[in-house]
Nanobody
Framework: VQLQASGGGLVHTGGSLRLSCAAS????????VGWFRQAPGKEREFVAA????????KYADSVKGRFTISRDNSKNTVSLQMNSLKPEDTAVYYC???????????????????WGQGTQVTVSS
């Protein structure tokens, strides 16, 4: 599976951005998909994930109520709608996909097999 993330940019506090991740390769619908982010000098951290159709997505506490992950298996894409952005959301955002991921591991970056190249999100105060 190859992943290509896009949609990052520069926004002011309170603004919105929509990130997209296009997947190619194997059957996308069978994979769990997730978004992670990494700020300068910090570890890559979990943002949101969706295991499979019918499951509820999971979100980091810091983005709950502001971010929404969605997937379109017919187009092999996963999106992250980000609203009410804050300066602390500034980071490089990565999409990821993996197989065999269970609910208890979907927030762990080590569970994912495939990663996109990252897209920069900068929120100015």
């Amino acid at each position: 599976v190859q992943l290509q993330a896009s949609g990052g940019g520069l926004v002011h506090t309170g603004g919105s951005l929509r990130l997209s991740c296009a997947a190619s390769g194997r059957t996308f619908s069978s994979y769990a998909v997730g978004w992670f982010r990494q700020a300068p000098g910090k570890e890559r951290e979990f943002v949101a994930a969706h295991r499979r159709s019918g499951d509820s997505p999971k979100y980091a506490d810091s983005v709950k109520g502001r971010f929404t992950i969605s997937r379109d298996n017919s187009k092999n894409t996963v999106s992250l709608q980000m609203n009410s952005l804050k300066p602390e959301d500034t980071a490089v955002y990565y999409c990821a996909a993996g197989s065999g991921i269970i609910i208890t591991t979907m927030m762990r970056k080590m569970a994912y097999d495939y990663w996109g190249q990252g897209t920069q999100v900068t929120v100015s105060s």
